[in-house]
Every structure is written in structure tokens, then in C-alpha cells.
């Protein structure tokens, strides 16, 4: 999406068949994340994927993003910037099905369709049709699951030309272990069974089109109204019992704290006093590993001027070998020739006395 944004905000050159191509890419791939499982804010809070969260934090912050990135918000995303009218031609209709239109004995075939002749003419987008086609199956359960109680799983296997039977129990296995999607599989009678039971219900709602709630949605609606019916009725009857009860909680409240308040204080003190602990251990650690990193930089230092040293002398004496040694052979040299100058001069002398 960053690199999208990119090329149509900076490089003017960019033409109509790259931009093109870059809309059909992001739109493919944002189409081809799985589904993502609703969860409660208790659910939020208590997920330990530490790990998964900062890894995820640390790659948005690389993009210059406060959250990371979820598939509602790049759906929002692209149509925010009207991505879906900017793809391929027959990739244009692929956005709808998926995510607006409630249309479940043809939405397989007609995605399945749809990417057969994708895969045919762009081979730059092919890379996220089976995971496009993986959501399609998802989607299509959960559209089945809003309109039907039980339906056959060769009925369902029929409305989906690219799956075998087994290869679809396989991808619904999670999202129903997870109650995302509301299914039992009856193996005796070779029948999905949508929702006639009354189990936990997710309390968000999961995307995509809905045409009317699930059963269990309905039973906890109308559990969650008598709940409220029923609180409204004990304030109107019996108004001083609610007083009492809020009274009775909390001078429970108060006591409990008054038994634990030493114990719990105690407890934050040491732990303030281990956190401090560890805290100038880690320090003292970090100032002894500066410390000895110091020390083996000058002891290299050292050893490198010591070096250089040697190496400076060494080069000093081998120069004043050298001079000394071209000193003594222009010495020899100036004899030499005062030998034969001298040699000259008496055979000139021999010569003059002939």
C-alpha cells in the first residue's frame, strides 16, 4: 500500500498499464489475508503473542505507522483511495462479491472463474489467487451459516468447483474451533450443522455481508435483555436490596483489603527492590562490558603504535644502511678515478721525457 501510495504521489512518470498493475497487486494481496478472528476485549487483553505484537509494532513503525496494520484497515484503505475501480477489468468485479455482495450458492464459482482467467492473462497477480480463493471458501460458510440450519457437505463441495471434501474440513477446522464460524460437522448424516446450538458467542461481529443474526446471537440477545429486564425490576421492587447488596460488596471489598494490604505492600516493596536489583546489575554489567571494551581498544591502540614504532626504526636504519653503503661505493669511486687521473698524469710525463 506504502509503495502504491508512493509511485502515484512521487513518480509522475509512472504510466496507466504500471499503476495498473500496482492497484491489481494491492488489491489481490489485501483480498488474500485470512480472515481475521474476532475477539473480545478480555480475549485482547489476555493474548500472549508478546512476541507476534512487537514484531508487528517494529515492522509498522518501519513504515511510518502508529498501529499496525489489520485487513479491515487496508480494506478501508483501498477503498478510500478507489482501488478497486483502478485494477485490471476482470479483476474489477472481484472486490464486490467478496466483501459487499450476500450471493452464496455462486460466489465460489464466480470468484474461481474470475481467477482462472486472471491467472491466464496476468502472471504478475497469480501469486495470490489460491489464498484469494481460501477467503472465498471461508466467506462463502459464513454466508451459508446466516441462511441455513444444516445443508449436505457434498451440497457445499458442489458450490466450490476448485475443493475436495477433505481439503475443506481441513480450512474450516480452525475458525469453527475458535467459534468464528458456528459449525458442527455430522459425519454419521454427511451434514454441516450451523449454529443450533446454544454455545459462547464472539461479541464483535465479524466482517463482511450479513443478512440476519445466528441463532446463538439471538439467544444471547434476548438472555442479555432479560438480564436487564430483570435488574430493572429488583431497583423498582426493592430499591433499599440493591443499597444494601453495594453496601454488603463493599465493606467485603474493605476487609479483604485490610487482611492483604501488609502482604500486598510488602510484596510491591520487593519487588520495587528486585526490579532495582536487576536494574543496576544490568548497568553494572554494561558499564564492566564499556570498560573492558575500552581497555581492548587501547591495548589495541597500543599495540599499533608499538608497531608502527618498530616499524618506523626499522625503516630509519634500513635508509641510513643504504646511505651509508652509496656513501662508501662513491667513495671507492672518487679513488678509483684519482688512481687513473694520477696514472695519466705519468705516462704524459713518461712521453715528454722520451
Known amino acids: 500500500m506504502k509503495h502504491y501510495q508512493l509511485v502515484f504521489d512521487q513518480k509522475k512518470t509512472a504510466t496507466e498499464e504500471e499503476k495498473q498493475m500496482l492497484a491489481s497487486s494491492v488489491l489481490m494481496a489485501t483480498l488474500a489475508i485470512p480472515l481475521p478472528s ?29 498501529h499496525a496494520p489489520t485487513r479491515e484497515t487496508l480494506i478501508a ?37 474470475m481467477l482462472k482467467e486472471v491467472e491466464r492473462l496476468y502472471s504478475d497477480v497469480s501469486a495470490y489467487t489460491a489464498d484469494v480463493r481460501q477467503v472465498a471458501v471461508l466467506r462463502l460458510m459464513r454466508q451459508l451459516a446466516q441462511v441455513y440450519e444444516k445443508i449436505s457437505i457434498n451440497k457445499v463441495v458442489s458450490l466450490i468447483p476448485y475443493i475436495e471434501p477433505l ?64 435488574n430493572q425490576s429488583v431497583d423498582l421492587i426493592s430499591p433499599a436490596m440493591k443499597k444494601q447488596a453495594k453496601d454488603e460488596m463493599r465493606h467485603e471489598a474493605i ?37 573492558a571494551e575500552i581497555q581492548e581498544r587501547e591495548k589495541t ?38 688512481k687513473v687521473k694520477k696514472l695519466i698524469e705519468q705516462l704524459g710525463e713518461n712521453r715528454l721525457k722520451v
Open 38 to 66: 474476532s475477539m473480545s476485549e478480555n480475549e485482547k487483553y489476555l493474548d500472549l503473542q508478546n512476541s507476534t505484537k512487537d514484531k508487528n509494532m517494529t515492522l509498522a513503525s518501519y513504515l511510518d505507522l502508529q
Open 77 to 113: 484503505d483501498i477503498v478510500k483511495h478507489g482501488i478497486p475501480g483502478k485494477v485490471y477489468p476482470e479483476l474489477q468485479p472481484l472486490f464486490k462479491i467478496l466483501e459487499l455482495d450476500f450471493q452464496p450458492l455462486k460466489l465460489c464459482s464466480l470468484v474461481d472463474n
Open 167 to 230: 481439503e475443506l474440513e481441513l480450512l474450516i477446522i480452525e475458525p469453527a474451533k475458535t467459534l468464528d464460524l458456528q459449525l458442527r460437522i455430522d459425519h454419521a448424516t454427511q451434514t454441516f450443522i450451523f449454529g443450533s446450538t446454544i454455545q459462547y458467542q464472539r461479541e464483535e461481529t465479524t466482517s463482511g455481508p450479513t443478512v440476519q443474526q445466528m441463532p446463538s446471537e439471538m439467544f444471547r440477545n434476548q438472555l442479555m435483555s432479560l438480564y436487564t429486564a430483570l
Open 255 to 291: 476487609s479483604t483489603y485490610m487482611k492483604c494490604y501488609k502482604r500486598d505492600h510488602t510484596n510491591m516493596i520487593k519487588r520495587k527492590e528486585m526490579i532495582e536489583n536487576r536494574k543496576e546489575y544490568y548497568e553494572n554489567l554494561n558499564t564492566e562490558k564499556e570498560r
Open 301 to 338: 591502540r597500543r599495540e599499533a603504535e608499538k608497531a608502527e614504532t618498530k616499524r618506523r626504526d626499522e625503516e630509519e636504519k634500513r635508509r641510513t644502511e643504504e646511505r651509508s653503503a652509496r656513501e662508501e661505493k662513491y667513495k671507492d669511486k672518487l679513488l678509483k678515478l684519482e
